[in-house]
């Protein structure tokens, strides 16, 4: 069910989202389009999909990468970033959106940061979810998706009013090939190796924050709370 949409932020909020794999980025983030009025999201996932569908010359290799669970280069990922923003009118002062997924590195943060601050719509907090990966593992072997928009369901913790069908649509879910706990261990062990570089670039910022908690529900409170205070409701 789709939740009114209550809040408006008195000042625009240009959020980066981090946290692991399966740590609940795009749930939280349509929670927060779902909550304040005004906002857009991107995910590299998204990016990633856009260009398959066009059929680019990086297409091929990106679809095989993220078939394979692959992680795609620096450089590639961060130009079909700029491309995208571009066509998409992303930069200017007054937008409220979010990015998860996205930067993955601290050669991502810094080109991120050139991109946006060059034209006025650089990133102003940054929101690290703090999942016990653990519970990240237990959790990902029931994980289905909607392909065509990205939701994401937990058949045990945030299962959908119908099986395997999306709530919106009523299309078919999907098990993706790279949601076992196998590849997720790989997948946690390098993101662990490179968050630490990412999070201290956000603190050097100052607008690097934390929020912890076993599940959406205990983290989203925090994260509305987060931004109510930081930049106020009109």
């Known amino acids: 069910m789709t939740l009114a949409k209550t809040i408006k932020l008195a000042k625009p909020a240009r959020i980066i989202l981090l946290g692991a794999p399966g740590a609940g980025k795009t749930t939280q983030c349509a929670r927060i389009l779902n909550t304040?009025?005004?906002f857009t999201s991107?995910?590299?996932?998204q990016i990633f999909r856009t260009e398959i569908a066009r059929g680019s010359p990086f297409s091929s290799s990106v679809k095989k990468l993220m078939e394979r669970g692959a992680l795609i280069p620096d450089d590639v990922t961060m130009c079909l970033t700029q491309n995208y923003l571009y066509e998409h009118n992303w930069f200017n002062k007054v937008s409220n959106?979010?990015?998860h997924?996205?930067?993955r590195?601290?050669?991502q943060a810094i080109a991120l940061d050139r991109i946006l601050d060059g034209n006025a719509a650089g990133a102003n907090v940054a929101?690290?979810?703090n999942v016990d990966q653990k519970l990240i593992l237990d959790r990902i072997e029931n994980r289905w998706v909607h392909p065509p928009s990205g939701r994401v369901y937990n058949l045990k913790y945030d299962p959908p009013e119908v099986p395997f069908k999306d709530d919106i649509t009523g299309e078919p879910l999907i098990k993706r090939?790279?949601?076992n706990a196998e590849l997720f261990r790989s997948r946690l062990e390098q993101y662990n190796e490179e968050i630490e570089q990412v999070r201290s670039y956000y603190q050097r910022r100052n607008i690097w924050h934390e929020v912890e908690g076993k599940s959406s529900d205990i983290l989203f409170p925090k994260i509305k709370d987060l931004l109510v205070r930081k930049f106020g409701q009109a």
């Open 127 to 129: 929101i690290e979810l």
């Open 97 to 99: 959106w979010v990015i």
């Open 36 to 38: 304040f009025d005004g």
């Open 42 to 45: 991107l995910s590299s996932k």
């Open 105 to 107: 590195t601290r050669a």
């Open 101 to 103: 997924g996205l930067p």
């Open 177 to 179: 090939p790279d949601d």
